[in-house]
C-alpha cells in the first residue's frame, strides 16, 4: 500500500505507527487473508484475471506476500511475480513468511514503479488504489509497466456501500461518517470507480464484478471493519466522547440476538492493456 492524504488510515501509514500498532496491523492483514468473504473476493478476481503459466506478473501493494505467493503458484516455475510494497515493515514481514516460491520482494512506490516499460505481463492490485493521493497516475504507472495484451486486475473497496443492520441507523450513520479518513480511507467510492477509470486509461475488454462480502456476527465482521473491532485502539477511533463505548455496546447486544448484520461491496475489474 502507499502513503494516502495527510488524514491516514493506519493501513496507509504502516512504518509510521508504534511498533505494537505495527506488529497488530501486520496480524490483521494475515487475519484478513484468511476471512471467508475476502477469499471469495480473491477467488472472483482471480478467474477475471486469468494469469497464465510463464507470466511475469506484478502484485501492486503486495502486504504480507499471501496473494503473490498463489500468483506464483499459477504461474509456474517458469513465470514469477514481483511483490512491491511502499512499507519496509510489511516486505520484512513477507520474507520471513516467504515459502520458496518464484517471488521478488521489494519496497517501492505504486505510483513510481521502478520497472521498465512492458515489462510484465500481468499487474494485481488489491485495496491499495483507496489509499493512495493520486489513483490514475498509480493506475497509469501499472498500465506503463504491462505490455500489450498484458492484463491489469484491480481490486478495491466501496466504503460508500458500507450498511449495518441489528444496530441503531443513526448511531452507525455517525460511527461510519466520524470514521472515515481514519479508520477508513476518504476515497470511499474507489471500488465503482475502476471500471471508468481503466476505460479512459484505453483499456479494452474491461469487465467489472461487485462481490457484496456479508459478514453476520460482530466477530466475523471485526476482521474486515476496524469500526466493529473492538481491539482498534481508543485513540484511533475519532468520535466523539463516547460514541464509541456506545456503539460497540449496540454491536455487542445485536451479536447476542444474532441479528446483527454488515455488508460491504468490494469490486474486481480486470482490463487488457492495448
Not at 62 to 89: K, M
Not at 172 to 198: E, F, I, K, Y
Amino acid at each position: 500500500m502507499e502513503p494516502a492524504q495527510m488524514e491516514r488510515t493506519p493501513f496507509a501509514d504502516l512504518d509510521g505507527q508504534p511498533r505494537e500498532m505495527t506488529a497488530m496491523l501486520l496480524a490483521a492483514l494475515d487475519e484478513m487473508g484468511r476471512h471467508p468473504e475476502i477469499r471469495r473476493v480473491r477467488r472472483t478476481a482471480l478467474e477475471s484475471f486469468r494469469p497464465r503459466p510463464g507470466w511475469q506478473v506484478l502484485d501492486a501493494g503486495s502486504g504480507t506476500g499471501e496473494v503473490a505467493r498463489s500468483l506464483a503458484a499459477a504461474v509456474g516455475p517458469s513465470g514469477g511475480v514481483i511483490a512491491l510494497d511502499y512499507s519496509a515493515a510489511t516486505v520484512a514481514a513477507a520474507l520471513e513468511r516467504h515459502d520458496g516460491s518464484n517471488v521478488r520482494y521489494t519496497a517501492g512506490d505504486v505510483s513510481a514503479i521502478d520497472l521498465p516499460a512492458g515489462s510484465v505481463d500481468g499487474v494485481w492490485c488489491e485495496r491499495v488504489l483507496q489509499h493512495v493521493d493520486d489513483a490514475d497516475l498509480a493506475i497509469a504507472e501499472m498500465v506503463r509497466v504491462t505490455r500489450p495484451g498484458g492484463r491489469l486486475c484491480l481490486i478495491d473497496t466501496d466504503w460508500s456501500s458500507l450498511a449495518f443492520d441489528g444496530v441503531p441507523p443513526g448511531l452507525a450513520r455517525t460511527v461510519v461518517a466520524d470514521m472515515h479518513g481514519r479508520l477508513t480511507p476518504r476515497q470511499v467510492d474507489m471500488g465503482r470507480t475502476l471500471r471508468r477509470r481503466l476505460v479512459g486509461k484505453g483499456l479494452k475488454d474491461v469487465y467489472a464484478t461487485p462481490v457484496t462480502c456479508v459478514f453476520g456476527t460482530p466477530a466475523s465482521a471485526a476482521v474486515v471493519l476496524p469500526m466493529v473491532n473492538p481491539m482498534v485502539p481508543e485513540h484511533v477511533w475519532t468520535t466523539a466522547p463516547g460514541v464509541r463505548e456506545k456503539w460497540l455496546s449496540h454491536v455487542d447486544e445485536a451479536g447476542a440476538r444474532s441479528d446483527f448484520l454488515a455488508v460491504l461491496t468490494i469490486w474486481a475489474v480486470t482490463g487488457n492493456v492495448v
